[in-house]
């Protein structure tokens, strides 16, 4: 297979990578990334890769190439994409606050980046694209969360993400382009150390001697996934035949509060790395949703996909990746 992964020297793009070499290892890779938040130097730590020659987009070439290019550039991304199997739809602004501060960067990014990857793949009859969303876009709900549900955002960031689903569902409709989405929990595990999410936040702040400070009193729920359980559910929406067209909650079916979390971090943090780490509670964080976490029954049926790691063991292997 020909992979386009976007946004593939970020976090998720680079553990999908690894795995491609293990699953798939004579399968052609293309990452297709500005480097504002991945380098060269974080893929090449993956093995090694090439820069392309982008004059010559139509040769593909064995193993890992980086194409440095935006998704808000409609005629490069077009242009990575020609010959592609499957785009790997990475790409994106992440997260709440990041969305709160600047809507309309938000918008841009993630709608605008996300309708460009779909107008490459319909260009070029890519036979499948895989969507990054997230449970943000059913916002304020009773969990668990499941994909029959009506959206109702909290946030900048789930209504962008909301009108990426859409843009999939309605290219899958109208164009037969055959969209996968995959709503993912909150995604923890190697190789975090550039993300702001709270476990890697937690255990940077914890590593420099600082104090943890949780939102609120902490009571807020959230459903978090271990990295290797979430690039195997990526991978199956890339290769499963006869899923066009539908949404997955990508999750662990299990509600962790964030003092819960922080409580379990704290003892990885002492057990691991021989860190005693301490924590406040501060301000409620705008946007925010109480409670969050999926019913993953949809992926266990039509992915035959489930999650494997427990979060104890999932933090205890992402501090000891700190640590190292």
């Known amino acids: 297979m020909k992979w386009l992964i976007t946004g593939g020297c970020g976090f998720i793009g680079r553990a999908l990578i690894r795995h491609l070499k293990t699953a798939s290892p004579h399968d052609q890779i293309r990452v297709y990334d500005n480097l504002t938040v991945g380098t060269r130097d974080d893929l090449a730590l993956e093995g090694h890769f090439s820069d392309h020659?982008?004059?010559?987009?139509?040769?593909?070439?064995?193993?890992?190439?980086?194409?440095?290019?935006?998704?808000?550039?409609?005629?490069?991304?077009?242009?990575?994409?020609?010959?592609?199997?499957?785009?790997?739809?990475?790409?994106?602004?992440?997260?709440?606050?990041?969305?709160?501060?600047?809507?309309?960067?938000?918008?841009?990014?993630?709608?605008?980046?996300?309708?460009?990857?779909?107008?490459?793949?319909?260009?070029?009859?890519?036979?499948?694209?895989?969507?990054?969303?997230?449970?943000?876009?059913?916002?304020?709900?009773?969990?668990?969360?499941?994909?029959?549900?009506?959206?109702?955002?909290?946030?900048?960031?789930?209504?962008?993400?909301?009108?990426?689903?859409?843009?999939?569902?309605?290219?899958?409709?109208?164009?037969?382009?055959?969209?996968?989405?995959?709503?993912?929990?909150?995604?923890?595990?190697?190789?975090?150390?550039?993300?702001?999410?709270?476990?890697?936040?937690?255990?940077?702040?914890?590593?420099?001697?600082?104090t943890l400070e949780i939102y609120g009193d902490g009571s807020q729920t959230r459903d978090f996934i271990y990295l290797g359980d979430l690039i195997a559910a990526v991978y199956k929406a890339a290769t499963v035949p006869g899923i066009g067209g539908e949404t997955f909650q990508i999750a662990t079916n299990a509600e962790t509060t964030i003092g819960q979390l922080t409580d379990k971090l704290v003892y990885a943090l002492e057990?691991?790395?021989?860190?005693?780490?301490?924590?406040?509670?501060?301000?409620?964080?705008q946007g925010d949703v109480a409670r969050n976490y999926s019913d993953t029954r949809k992926a266990a049926k039509m992915l035959d996909w489930t999650c494997q790691t427990q979060l104890d063991d999932g933090l205890r292997k992402t501090v000891s990746f700190f640590r190292n």
């Open 53 to 210: 020659d982008e004059t010559n987009l139509l040769s593909w070439t064995v193993g890992t190439t980086l194409i440095k290019g935006d998704i808000l550039d409609a005629d490069s991304l077009r242009q990575a994409a020609a010959g592609a199997d499957v785009i790997v739809h990475l790409a994106a602004n992440t997260g709440v606050a990041p969305s709160v501060t600047d809507p309309i960067g938000d918008c841009r990014a993630n709608v605008l980046g996300t309708l460009n990857a779909l107008e490459a793949a319909r260009h070029h009859a890519v036979g499948r694209v895989v969507f990054a969303s997230s449970g943000a876009p059913l916002g304020v709900q009773t969990p668990p969360l499941n994909e029959e549900m009506a959206p109702h955002p909290a946030s900048p960031y789930g209504a962008s993400k909301l009108a990426g689903e859409g843009y999939c569902s309605a290219y899958f409709h109208c164009f037969g382009v055959e969209t996968v989405t995959l709503r993912f929990g909150n995604v923890y595990g190697e190789g975090s150390n550039k993300k702001a999410s709270v476990v890697a936040k937690f255990i940077k702040q914890a590593m420099a001697g600082e």
């Open 271 to 285: 057990e691991v790395a021989g860190i005693k780490a301490n924590y406040i509670n501060g301000e409620t964080r």
